[in-house]
């Protein structure tokens, strides 16, 4: 049996000595091809083994990011953008070899327009970092998916996460990017205005193109004053089906809640074990509502009476600061609590969403699905959206395990699809949707995808083989 | 002199006989060659005098917008999508000639998925018959430009209105189009879930690709419940900056007004004049709340505070809906009653739109620049996105003033440019801004543009000649 996580690196092309000594001669110690650095730059938190890249180049600028750019070009030689290394799919992996160009050390805050309630950043900021260093503005970035990942990866993926029922997703939410093309261009995508109808909009062609259309190396993304009043809250239902159906009418009626997050038992079992907790295992939902005062108490009376006509119990409330940041980096770490629970696991995560109207149908048919498997399995996520995760925890080197989680997550995925719902509602496709996407969006729409990889990245440098087949 | 509106057509294109033929016996009464049906085809609310097509179609369905692309992809003749006729840069003219094929029997309302907060509707379907045949649900559809536009239409702009500001434009709220692409194949850009990460933003790559890219014949948009308190109020300022200043203070504070609109002095003489209302001549600001009784009643207190502040009398409140509709409908109505302010006049209206902390400069610059001009000129907008028009009322013979106000034009587009605006925040490019664009993507961005055009319509049959010069 093949192991379906073993891709192969047949197309990997060869990087001329000339360009070796070239990047070393420019980078010197920011230049490396040690395993271990090429072996950290070849994965990501998908469950496929690493395919390092030949080199990586730790890239300090825009427009040091344009001079790799350029030597790649020359030689047609792979490039691959890395933040954090944080992504689902398999987008990092070097499947055509070339160079990893780590934009980490590119983490400076540009600029913060308190007034305009903007902020520019180099790609490689995290979102914590940038939260951390906009703490005396009284504003704040919602965009939070689990890990800390990068600005630019976010951008890159259309990332979202738990914030993203209220605020949007990185699609809503960035201005403009500042992009090196395929041919070492540098291009900027969009003015500061809040909004433009000036051409095509180059903005979101990037946001989500994963690499594979332009290197972000820039990110101009929006703002919001840190709301007046802030409370979250925890509550345990009979079943998940009462849950699920607390945010389908919670969404429905129009709560501008800001968060509410689904965990099943088994996940709750998992955070309490990893973040020292003492959650009830039941079906839980953390909420967290946003605004003045009054508003925040009206919307939490709303949610907490239609929580208890689905049995909801045990609301718990956190309004202190200190609580709430407990409760949420329980919620954030929740993906590596999972983990834990089996040692030396490797999890595949699915990531189907869908209308919201279909979510009950979605959630308890994964359920269903997942019943059968041998190996632990969660659901979590970011309900209010129509958007959760199952967690499969599977020991990589066992093919069969590997084979059952594909096939598992195959029938989750198609269900979705067969309630109009997509195959990813923020991790990407990487390497791991390529036959999902294709389904999904079409033969004649993947034509059109394929048409402007062509037409912008005519040798296929950038992040070749990810997101569609090119042949 | 050369009129500034006087556009060539010396790249039209001939239309074949057999073509002529082919269509004709296809579509029989629903193809037209009559002159009146040409120019009305050729034109739109902009300035410039019609260029019409040579034949106009009306299509009943995507498979027949197919089948007419196929035609024109055949013989390379130009195809112009048409909706209602209320864009503003010469988006429809017709320079290369061709075939305009009007969407506007294509008025179907497909789906009402209230459960999930969407609709799909064809392309010809206006904003005001969606709403009304919203009516029963409880939901409604916010954006709304002047014009009672088709939703193809506006999407194809990227247009926004006066609910922007809570509610986004185009851009955030189409989920999906289904597109006819230029070899006549036909695409679904997207599923109904509410996010994606799934390949590249078909979406929104074609919302405003102002029909150069594909023709989009069905568009699924979000919709929002009806606010249960809604109120609207009207207020005079002794000078327009202090309007001005009171509308970015909202936004900094981050008070989610539904709408926050600026009209001068002028517009309100115009507004009177044309809708019968007895407004104070003086800058004026429009705003909206929504939310629930209290938290529209907190919103108005401090929106009334900060108006005071900077001398804001004569708060005159319309919480009836019926007093409500006919505010909005005079701020609707409010080019149109410009218009009217000079007899036989055509209207250029700047677009532009700047980071919210510059607006007091760049719409005080505005009135500065048009102090000079020798005919009437109003200031109006959507303050709360930086965004807002100056109509120069024009005689449309006479040269000068045309060079006059295209000077004008000129200087307030470079004014908003220099603080990192955009020459248009809502109208789109058309034939009208190619140059500004130019200056404000820059050359490397236009030529990804060009790339994707060439890419995806090899053969400019697409509304060719609209947004950049190809060659």
């Known amino acids: 049996m093949n192991h379906p996580y073993a891709f192969s690196d047949a197309l990997r092309r060869p990087l001329p000595d000339a360009m070796i000594a070239a990047l070393r001669a420019r980078f010197g110690e920011r230049f490396s091809t040690a395993q271990a650095v090429r072996d950290h730059h070849g994965r990501d938190e998908s469950p496929f083994p690493a395919i390092p890249p030949d080199a990586v180049v730790y890239a300090h600028s825009t427009e040091e990011v344009a001079e790799v750019v350029r030597l790649c070009a020359q030689d047609k030689v792979p490039l691959i953008p890395f933040g954090v290394g944080s992504s689902l799919e398999g987008h990092l ?10 934009l980490s050390q590119m983490n400076k805050v540009l600029a913060v ?8 950043v180099q790609a490689g900021v995290t979102r914590k970092q940038l939260n951390e260093e906009l703490k005396s503005t009284g504003l704040f970035f919602p965009i939070d998916p689990g890990a800390d990942a990068s600005l630019g990866g976010m951008s890159a993926t259309r990332a979202s996460g738990t914030n993203a029922v209220r605020y949007g997703t990185m699609k809503e939410n960035v201005l403009g990017l500042t992009v090196v093309t395929a041919d070492g261009k540098v291009i900027r995508t969009a003015t500061r205005a809040k909004k433009s109808s000036a051409g095509y909009d180059l903005t979101r062609l990037f946001i989500g193109s994963e ?3 332009g290197v972000i190396t820039e990110v101009t993304v929006k703002l919001y004053p840190v709301p007046e009043a802030v409370s979250a809250a925890v509550v345990n239902f009979p079943t998940m089906a009462d849950a699920v159906d607390t ?5 429905q009626l129009g709560v501008p809640v800001a968060r509410s ?6 996940t709750i079992r998992a955070i309490n074990a990893h973040s020292k907790t003492t959650l009830r295992e039941a079906p839980t939902l953390f909420f967290e509502f946003h605004g003045t005062e009054s508003s925040v108490k009206e919307q939490a009376e709303l949610v907490q009476q239609l929580a208890r006509e689905h049995g909801g119990q045990d609301f718990e409330w956190a309004s202190r600061p200190e609580d709430r940041t407990r409760l949420w980096n329980a919620r954030h770490n929740a993906y590596f609590a999972c983990l834990q629970m089996r040692p030396g696991c490797r999890a595949i995560s699915t990531d189907t969403c869908v209308p919201i109207s279909r979510l009950a149908d979605s959630i308890s048919g994964a359920r269903r699905i997942l019943d059968t498997a041998k190996f632990p399995t969660m659901l ?10 199952a967690v499969l925890l599977i020991d990589p080197d066992d093919a069969q395990e590997a084979e059952e989680a594909e096939r598992l997550n195959d029938e989750i995925v198609r269900l979705a699809q067969s309630m109009d719902g997509t195959c990813t509602g923020e991790h990407g ?43």
Chains 1, 2 share one sequence.
């Open 429 to 471: 496709v990487g390497l791991h949707k390529i036959g999902f996407l294709e389904e999904e969006a079409g033969a004649d729409a993947i034509d059109l995808m394929r048409r402007i990889k062509r037409a912008l990245d005519p040798d296929n440098i950038l992040n070749p083989g990810k997101i569609f087949r090119l042949d």
């Open 261 to 266: 997050e689904f965990l099943c038992d088994q």
């Open 113 to 120: 327009n308190a007034e305009d309630l903007t902020v520019t």
């Open 380 to 389: 979590l996520g970011h309900v209010g959206d129509g958007n959760f995760h």
């Open 93 to 102: 992996l070097a499947v055509q070899g070339g160079v990893s160009i780590d």
């Open 247 to 251: 945010v389908i009418q919670t969404i």
């Open 211 to 213: 690499g594979t259309l």
